[in-house]
């Protein structure tokens, strides 16, 4: 008996260490990136990157970029970041936004961009997680072409089993706390997600994820909320004049979204006409020509790196045919079905008022491919900020179901805005966050930082928040980093915003 004991005590502690090397070893050495062209400093953290092959028969292979957080990496939260579209890459984020580096124009057309460390990057206080999704977007690819029609189901489907693979790979995360966050069309990809993960822990699928909550950014989520939001936004930003907005108030009877008469149809459009020369992503700035670079003047700009000037000797580069930029289209509401590509709307091969040119570089480049374990252009084509080779459906319906289905089963939302975007504005997710029903536990005020109003929130039962940052476009971060990482911050550790 005292043998069997014996045997049984050595057995639980050899389990015990076996547990504990594995939470650990860390992560796989293949992924680990340790140089990356046009940076000269440290790195502030440990990054990794490389695929997940989600699916060995279709050869379907989801990229991702992962950054350490620069605290405290075996406690601090997993964040997972996805930009929108459809069709677009989250290295968006992770070159215009919140990523470990801030990007410079290279000195010459078509040079590598100079790499400098983002004081403002969101791996200061969380371990991030970039991925490409859907397949076909980015680095991400399939051998099967046809992987790459899908829509909002399937791709949840996929990044759900992206997560479970990658966790694998990655163990001594399995405990961190963890979130999901995006922005824009990624309104509808991070709720689809974060009820596929709570559906698979609920159903007691391993590895046990431990999600906590999520946060959207200028997402879109419900398409009457969505399509009546924009008009009343117009008015209030000063950009139509008080008769034009009584005029198709009376014309639509307050229903924007479905025109139901000629005279209705006549008055959206004079409004389009009126605001078709502004920056649909931030009503403040100005457009990004690929024609006309003397646009964008060389002073010390506040615009975003994605805006920013062309030097005196250089010439735009050609911007390529793609999906939605970084957004749902003003122009389209969020429909079931099909979801139209810029030139089927706008009958241009261009995104409105953005330049690309500094992340095409780079991810084009073979030397950063090597570098971030990714295939190169011979095998899977050119990195493209969004993609128009994918065809996506809208299939999920209005997002509303899900965050009341999420929030009421105890997971954390904060749903924030830039307060001067056009193509998702304000207006629209401070309805919907409110048509839930919740109570307000914590009343409409300002927030701060650095003794500085930088937007408001309001805050509702089922930690529920809705926060705005003032002055803001559409990729929040971008136009606000020091005000975004505030938020992020806060919101991460629960302390009041």
């Not at 922005?183 to 007691?204: H, M, N």
């Not at 936004?233 to 198709?248: A, C, P, T, Y």
């Not at 149809?265 to 004079?270: I, Q, R």
């Not at 207006?427 to 048509?435: H, L, M, N, V």
């Amino acid at each position: 008996m005292a043998i069997k004991i014996k045997f049984l005590q050595c057995y639980i502690v050899l389990t015990f260490f076996v547990f504990l090397f594995l939470l650990t070893e860390g992560a796989p050495q293949s992924a680990l990136v340790t140089q990356l062209p046009g940076f000269t400093g440290k790195f502030q953290s440990k990054h990794y990157a490389g695929y997940v092959n989600i699916d060995e028969s279709h050869g379907k292979n989801m990229y991702y970029y992962f950054v350490e957080s620069e605290k405290n990496p075996s406690k601090d939260p997993i964040v997972l970041w996805l930009n929108g579209g459809p069709g677009c890459s989250s290295f968006d984020g992770f070159v215009y936004e919140h990523g470990p580096f801030s990007f410079e124009l290279g000195k010459t057309n078509g040079s590598l961009p100079i790499l400098h460390n983002n004081p403002y990057s969101w791996s200061k206080v969380s371990n991030i997680i970039y991925l490409d999704s859907p397949v076909g977007v980015g680095l991400s690819y399939s051998k099967n072409k046809s992987d790459y029609e899908t829509g909002d189901l399937k791709t949840a489907s996929d990044t759900h089993s992206f997560l479970l693979k990658w966790f694998e790979i990655y163990p001594e995360f399995l405990m961190n706390p963890f979130y999901i966050t995006g922005e824009s069309y990624a309104g509808i990809y991070v709720p689809t997600l974060a009820s596929e993960v709570a559906k698979g822990i609920d159903a007691g699928v391993k590895p046990a994820i431990n999600f906590k909550g999520y946060m959207v950014g200028n997402g879109v989520t419900d398409e009457k909320i969505d399509g009546n939001a924009l008009v009343p936004f117009q008015h209030g930003m000063g950009l139509i004049s008080d008769k034009l907005f009584e005029e198709v108030t009376v014309a639509c009877h307050g229903n924007f979204y479905e025109p139901g008469s000629q005279n209705c149809k006549d008055k959206l459009n004079e409004i389009d006409q009126e605001v078709n020369d502004l920056n649909v992503y931030d009503v403040l700035e100005p457009c990004y020509h690929n024609t006309e670079p003397s646009a964008i003047t060389n002073d010390n700009s506040r615009l975003p790196m994605s805006f920013r000037k062309l030097g005196e000797t250089e010439r735009p580069l050609p911007i390529r045919k793609r999906m939605f930029g970084r957004a749902w289209p003003f122009k389209a509401p969020v429909r079931d079905g099909l979801v139209p590509t810029w030139p089927e709307l706008l009958n241009e091969l261009t995104v409105p008022c953005t330049d690309d040119r500094v992340s095409s570089v780079w991810l084009n480049n073979e030397d950063v491919r090597k570098a971030i374990h990714a295939e190169q252009t011979t095998v899977i084509g050119p990195w493209e900020l969004c993609t128009d080779s994918i065809t996506f459906s809208h299939d999920a319906g209005s997002m509303i179901p899900y965050h009341k289905n999420l929030t009421a089963h105890g997971y954390r939302a904060l749903i924030y805005s830039g307060d001067h975007d056009m193509c998702v504005p304000h207006t629209g997710s401070e309805k919907w966050t409110s048509s839930l029903g919740y109570p307000i536990v914590d009343k409409w005020r300002p927030w701060y930082v650095n003794e500085q109003v930088a937007g408001y929130t309001q805050g509702y039962a089922n930690n529920l928040s809705f926060l705005t940052i003032k002055g803001s476009g559409h990729t929040v971060p971008e136009y606000k980093p020091r005000e975004a990482l505030a938020f992020y911050a806060r919101w991460l550790e629960s302390k009041k915003i």
